[in-house]
């Protein structure tokens, strides 16, 4: 086992280029990851990792290492599925990325219920705007805005998520409101932005058909909360997804704009690796999540 576990930690270290890292993702503390690392090279009297002061490199025998070692962690990960499928009793680790938002609201909370249903399951839940490399970082299920392109994944669809463009009434009776997409333009959008980003649009809905609208804003982030945030201080018109602003739109702390010209919803869903769809334990928390979660899209938030 002890063998084992070091064969994890190597592929986790790869997977995420620092021992750190590494080891917080497999619970462990840097040192215990170091030592796993030591151990596997003093077995084999060989160097695996070329070591920076930015990051690790895996040295050539190494990458070849870790191609071998990833394969034995997946078919390991794969006779424990099958064993699980056949016992009842689900267990292991299932790691899960969301964006932030979405993942906050929506997701969190159902972590310690699908837990608690299943205590041989743990959930490792991380959250991001950015765009993540489901292969390269490890991660069964993540939970996805948009349209999925990469054909490598499995697609699960679970809802339509309405959106709206919103805006505090302080801003309003400064700036004025927008009466048709091209008004936009004069005002300041707070945008949703990351590093290397593409060109940033807004698709609204029209009865013509969709109206692809350039944008521009002062200030923008990477944390879809900022911009809500943003939006009530009254700085700015924010693109949301409805489910997130119905309490402020309720309240009036927020206002709908051009309504009849609402953005495109964007597709909910879930994206797995082909090669994890028969783990059990993946099966039932897809499951729990899209029946938990469908019924927030549909009772139209």
């Given at each position: 086992?002890?063998?084992?576990?070091?064969?994890?930690?190597?592929?986790?270290?790869?997977?995420?280029?620092?021992?750190?890292?590494?080891?917080?993702?497999?619970?462990?503390?840097?040192?215990?990851?170091?030592?796993?690392?030591?151990?596997?090279?003093?077995?084999?009297?060989?160097?695996?990792?070329?070591?920076?002061?930015?990051?690790?490199?895996?040295?050539?025998?190494?990458?070849?290492?870790?191609?071998?070692?990833?394969?034995?962690?997946?078919?390991?990960?794969?006779?424990?599925?099958?064993?699980?499928?056949?016992?009842?009793?689900?267990?292991?680790?299932?790691?899960?990325?969301?964006?932030?938002?979405?993942?906050?609201?929506?997701?969190?909370?159902?972590?310690?219920?699908?837990?608690?249903?299943?205590?041989?399951?743990?959930?490792?839940?991380?959250?991001?705007?950015?765009?993540?490399?489901?292969?390269?970082?490890?991660?069964?299920?993540?939970?996805?805005?948009?349209?999925?392109?990469?054909?490598?994944?499995?697609?699960?669809?679970?809802?339509?998520?309405?959106?709206?463009?919103?805006?505090?009434?302080?801003?309003?009776?400064?700036?004025?409101?927008?009466?048709?997409?091209?008004?936009?333009?004069?005002?300041?959008?707070?945008?949703l932005r990351y590093p290397r980003s593409p060109e940033y649009y807004w698709l609204?809905?029209?009865?013509?058909?969709?109206?692809?609208?350039?944008?521009?804003?002062?200030?923008?982030?990477?944390?879809?909360?900022?911009?809500?945030?943003?939006?009530?201080?009254?700085q700015g018109i924010a693109n949301r997804p409805r489910y997130e602003v119905a309490?402020?739109?309720?309240?009036?702390?927020?206002?709908?704009?051009?309504?009849?010209?609402?953005?495109?919803?964007?597709?909910?869903?879930?994206?797995?690796?082909?090669?994890?769809?028969q783990d059990p334990k993946l099966r039932l928390f897809a499951d729990f999540a899209?029946?938990?979660?469908?019924?927030?899209?549909?009772?139209?938030?």
């Amino acid at each position: 086992m002890p063998y084992l576990e070091s064969l994890r930690v190597f592929v986790r270290v790869v997977d995420l280029g620092s021992i750190t890292a590494g080891g917080r993702d497999l619970r462990m503390s840097p040192a215990v990851a170091s030592n796993r690392i030591k151990d596997l090279e003093t077995r084999f009297g060989v160097r695996l990792l070329n070591r920076t002061t930015r990051k690790l490199v895996p040295t050539e025998i190494g990458r070849a290492f870790y191609d071998s070692a990833r394969r034995v962690i997946e078919l390991l990960d794969e006779a424990e599925a099958v064993v699980s499928g056949f016992s009842g009793t689900p267990h292991g680790t299932i790691r899960v990325t969301a964006p932030l938002g979405l993942g906050r609201r929506l997701i969190a909370p159902l972590v310690p219920r699908f837990c608690a249903e299943y205590p041989g399951v743990e959930v490792r839940l991380r959250l991001s705007d950015r765009n993540v490399d489901i292969v390269a970082d490890g991660i069964d299920l993540a939970f996805f805005l948009g349209e999925p392109k990469d054909s490598a994944l499995k697609w699960r669809r679970i809802a339509d998520c309405r959106r709206a463009l919103v805006a505090a009434p302080s801003y309003l009776a400064t700036h004025g409101t927008p009466e048709a997409p091209h008004d936009l333009a004069q005002h300041n959008c707070l945008l949703l932005r990351y590093p290397r980003s593409p060109e940033y649009y807004w698709l609204l809905q029209s009865k013509d058909g969709p109206i692809k609208m350039m944008v521009n804003g002062r200030f923008d982030a990477d944390d879809g909360d900022v911009l809500t945030d943003w939006a009530l201080a009254g700085q700015g018109i924010a693109n949301r997804p409805r489910y997130e602003v119905a309490e402020h739109l309720a309240s009036g702390a927020l206002v709908e704009l051009l309504p009849q010209f609402a953005p495109i919803p964007a597709q909910f869903g879930m994206l797995t690796p082909h090669r994890r769809l028969q783990d059990p334990k993946l099966r039932l928390f897809a499951d729990f999540a899209a029946r938990e979660t469908r019924g927030i899209f549909q009772t139209g938030a």
